[in-house]
């Protein structure tokens, strides 16, 4: 198993700026992606940006591309990974709840689309963007 804990949300107004981090622990070596998915009420949880763990591979959905920014880092006292998502220039579209996920997959060499093939997941943070 692993365990995932966002952190970091929080209100802005639109054209702020807002970092994510999600501290992954537990059985972290056998995830091969990690990603940051997010949900607004009355929509389907949607992808937002992966992390190909060992390779640093990176995805952003058209939405947030050239605005948010998926990095990794390994946790100081070196137990877990840490997962961050930088987001600048904030729209009001982005309000949601942001989850992040692991995954022990790999499509052709490529963090999956599916988000099924997500098995663990964080609790979410709040984002609101007025």
């Known amino acids: 198993h692993v365990q995932l804990v966002e952190s970091g949300g929080g209100s802005v107004q639109a054209g702020g700026s807002l970092r994510l981090s999600c501290v992954a622990s537990g059985h972290t070596e056998g995830v091969n992606c990690y990603g940051w998915f997010r949900q607004s009420p009355g929509n389907e949880r949607e992808s937002v940006a992966y992390?190909?763990?060992?390779?640093?591979?990176?995805?952003?959905?058209?939405s947030v591309k050239g605005r948010f920014t998926i990095s990794q880092s390994q946790d100081r006292l070196g137990i877990g990974s840490r997962l961050h998502l930088q987001m600048t220039n904030l729209k009001p579209e982005d309000t949601a709840v942001y989850y992040c996920a692991s995954s022990p997959y790999l499509i052709d060499r490529r963090c999956p689309e599916d988000l099924d093939r997500y098995t663990f997941w964080g609790q979410g943070t709040q984002v609101t963007v007025s």
């Open positions: 992390i190909y763990r060992r390779q640093g591979d990176t995805f952003y959905a058209d």
